[in-house]
């Protein structure tokens, strides 16, 4: 392993960033790509097969990489390009697919949420009640409903990190 | 007018989520997003968040609600299709709460005061003796075959009727399962509105009932079933 990563590793990493233009980048997948090495090495032991196998592979991660940052991409223009500008078709298409995808993650997410975060959420961001209305029907006061929201969002975002994750490296 | 601000927070994107922000800082915001690249990005988590409440709104959810009746602190649950659960038992609304996390896992549940207000003004008038018959829909997709089988035969009984456990099961086409519908009726999650009280022993006594027999004789009592109820020392709950 040591060995491979001494003989191809600056090639490699040469290779991967030029595909990337983002030298950062492609030590990063070179990095990931020994520990998949070392997991899934190719039976043969000839140098020359090895060398194919690790271009092989470190191209198709460099390859993962450019179209996951192109749909990362692609969505924050939808989320973010219809507040000065108008929103962006072919971004709103990738959007409505992450959208079916992220869905019940999200639903799963609420229903993880504690008790009462749970219910000030729902009334406040799903129901669209006015505090005053949801302290009434949490039997708590506005201020205490109004922390429970918000409590419950940052919650949801932070236990959410992974599906925007998913969506590329930001 | 103040200098602009730059410092956009968590609870500001959270805010303009909502629709919390006043007119100003809203606008500020706005503008704000559309200059600074690297705010957009914080903010596209919460918008992404946000793209789900539509979806949210339109699928499955449990509401519950409490209320106070003769057998104690009350609670019902439902679903979109209708009523998943009737409970007297609970300690607790976190324990009556986390029943319906284990039973529905991957579905919030939401405290309510409005939805359920129809079950809660049946319930009180069945109670009050002036309602023999309930209109509302139950949902029993959660169950097995078998347990929905016997509760929608048990649902089929007028107000006022008992039948025996070995007629249910008769009903549903398994003759020789009456210790089962007894055990499937058991477990009922919506009692009093699937009226499993009104199932009864051949040999007339009342069979059992989950959480005590003084509530089957009080639900029987209610229904003027008072020729079932003998002379039986344990009393019904007082109803006023």
Same mark, same amino acid.
């Given at each position: 392993m040591n060995e491979w990563s001494e003989r191809y590793g600056g090639e490699l990493q040469r290779h991967v960033a030029a595909m990337l233009g983002d030298a950062e980048e492609a030590r990063d997948v070179v990095q990931d790509l020994w520990v998949t090495a070392l997991r899934?090495?190719?039976?043969?032991?000839?140098a020359a097969n090895v060398r194919a196998w690790l271009y092989r592979v470190a191209t198709r991660r460099a390859l993962d990489r450019i179209s996951m940052r192109r749909r990362r991409s692609a969505l924050l223009a939808a989320h973010s390009? *219809?507040?000065?500008?108008g929103s962006v078709p072919a971004a709103d298409a990738a959007l409505d697919r992450l959208s079916e995808a992220a869905a019940a993650r999200v639903r799963q997410g609420v229903a993880e949420l504690p008790p009462r975060q749970r219910d000030a959420v729902w009334l406040r961001?799903?129901?669209?009640? *006015?505090y005053e209305t949801i302290a009434r029907r949490m039997g708590s006061s506005p201020e205490a409903a109004r922390a429970n929201v918000y409590q419950g969002m940052k919650k949801l975002r932070r236990d959410l990190a992974d599906v925007w994750r998913e969506e590329g490296p930001i | 007018m103040t200098g602009r601000r730059t410092n956009w927070g968590e609870e500001d994107l959270i805010a303009w989520i909502l629709g919390d922000l006043d007119a100003g800082a809203a606008q500020a915001l706005t503008e704000d997003l559309a200059a600074c690249p690297d705010l957009r990005e914080r903010a596209a988590e919460y918008r992404l968040l946000n793209r789900s409440a539509k979806g949210l709104r339109e699928g499955p959810v449990i509401r519950w609600r409490r209320f106070d009746s003769p057998f104690g602190a009350m609670r019902v649950a439902a679903s979109p299709t209708g009523l998943v659960a009737l409970s007297?038992?609970?300690?607790s609304d976190d324990a009556f709460v986390a029943g319906l996390e284990r039973r529905y896992p991957s579905t919030p549940v939401v405290g309510d005061a409005d939805r359920l207000a129809p079950a809660e003004e049946q319930l009180t008038e069945y109670f009050g003796r002036r309602r023999p018959r309930f209109d509302l829909l139950v949902d029993l $997709? $959660? %169950?097995?075959d078998f347990q929905r089988a016997v509760l929608d035969a048990a649902s089929g009984l007028d107000f006022g009727e008992a039948v025996t456990y070995t007629e249910i099961a008769r009903r549903i086409g398994r003759p020789k399962a009456s210790r089962a519908v007894g055990n499937a009726l058991g477990r009922n999650p919506i009692p009093i509105i699937v009226p499993c009280h009104r199932v009864i022993r051949t040999d007339g006594t009342l069979g059992g009932y989950t959480g005590g027999l003084r509530y089957k004789r009080t639900l029987l009592d209610i229904e003027g079933? $008072?020729? %079932? %109820?003998?002379?039986?020392?344990q009393t019904e709950i007082p109803l006023a």
């Open positions: 899934a090495r190719p039976e043969t032991g000839r390009g *219809d507040l000065g500008s961001w799903i129901e669209e009640l *006015d | 007297w038992q609970d300690e $997709t $959660t %169950l097995g079933r $008072t020729d %079932l %109820l003998g002379s039986h020392a």
